[in-house]
């Protein structure tokens, strides 16, 4: 079993981050993801509030970007899942498909998954209508009519992008107001000839047999439900965190999330996490960037300390 300095789970912004800063130290690194660099940002279509971009950047723009820039350095790469994360002699192990490594620390950035709205036959329906990637199927709806629900960023920049390829797009949204920022307010009200806002209401059955045909949205206020007639669902509503291979004595929030201190330290000795799998109130690139650099800052500090 190889014996790491850190291993870091995720291949994110605050992963690639991570990996580069414990690299740059002169640390044995592994990093630990199954997909390609870059998690959520790849399924962005632009991505217009990162410093040093002010004409925006795509996001798999930005994350070759940042992928390139670990070309450089020494590390080794599982393409693979986290099954399960248990405390070890040297620090924590790590089982990876057929594999287990030893890491004396741990940086978790697992991020987040989008999710469900939790209505009947959504799952059977997905791919067959109802989306959580406007970028990834978007172009599938060109000139036709879909529904977007969710009020926060994600919601409103998606609508956005799918405003520019279909015919009309509803904006579902279960208060009367967005907490989305007001650039994107104001883009979505510009948008008028495409966007209807359809507000205080909720999604409540999805149409159609094999495919999506419609949506019943009940309007909270009133209690009026009525029918929208879409051929595309996307959904944005939230994340809930990859969280499946936590120890159980991890300390998370009531959402799953995790705890950590403003350096990224958890209740666990060793284990630091970044990005989207923290507990906090901003979920941005520059503060995945930004939680990285720091758990990686302190994951060598907590090596350091190791060897005094």
């Known amino acids: 079993m190889k014996l790491y300095d850190a291993i870091v789970v995720g291949g994110g912004p605050a992963g690639l981050t991570a990996v580069l800063y414990l690299c740059r130290s002169g640390l044995s ?8 660099p870059g998690g959520q940002i790849l399924k962005t279509e632009s991505i217009e509030n990162y410093p040093g971009f002010p004409q925006g950047v795509k996001g798999w723009e930005l994350a070759d970007t940042f992928a390139a820039h670990l070309a450089e350095y020494p590390f ?5 899942a986290v ?3 248990e405390q070890s002699a040297h620090g924590w192990t790590l089982s990876i498909g057929k594999d287990t490594i030893e890491g004396k620390t741990v940086v978790i950035c697992s991020g ?4 469900p709205l939790g209505v009947p036959r959504e799952v059977q329906l997905t791919g067959r209508g109802v989306s959580y990637c406007a970028l990834c199927d978007g172009n599938f709806f060109r000139d036709q009519v879909v529904a977007v629900v969710g009020g926060g960023n994600s919601a409103l920049e998606e609508a956005l992008y799918l405003s520019r390829i279909v015919r ?7 208060r009367e107001g967005f907490r989305g920022a007001k650039i994107y307010q104001d883009k979505i009200r510009e ?9 205080d209401s909720v999604v409540t059955e999805l149409l159609g047999e094999e495919f999506l ?7 909270v206020k009133t209690g009026v439900e009525s029918q929208l007639d879409v051929d595309g669902l996307f959904v944005f509503v939230g994340y809930d965190p990859q969280n499946s291979f936590f120890p159980p004595e991890l300390a998370v929030d009531a959402r799953g999330f995790v705890l950590t201190d403003c350096e990224m330290r958890t209740n666990l000795p060793g284990v630091f996490a970044a990005g989207d799998i923290r507990s906090k109130l901003c979920r941005q690139v520059a503060t995945a960037v930004g939680d990285g650099a ?3 800052t302190a994951a060598f500090t907590y090596l350091e300390q190791l060897d005094t």
Do not use: C, F, W
């Open 168 to 174: 009309k797009l509803y904006l579902i949204h279960r």
């Open 112 to 115: 987040a998954n989008p999710r």
């Open 191 to 199: 948008a008028s000839d495409k966007i209807e806002l359809v507000l």
């Open 76 to 80: 080794d790469r599982y393409n693979d």
């Open 294 to 296: 720091t758990a990686a």
């Open 83 to 85: 099954l399960k994360m």
């Open 213 to 219: 045909g419609g949506v019943r949205v009940k309007n």
């Open 29 to 36: 690194v592994a990093q630990v993801e199954m997909l390609a």
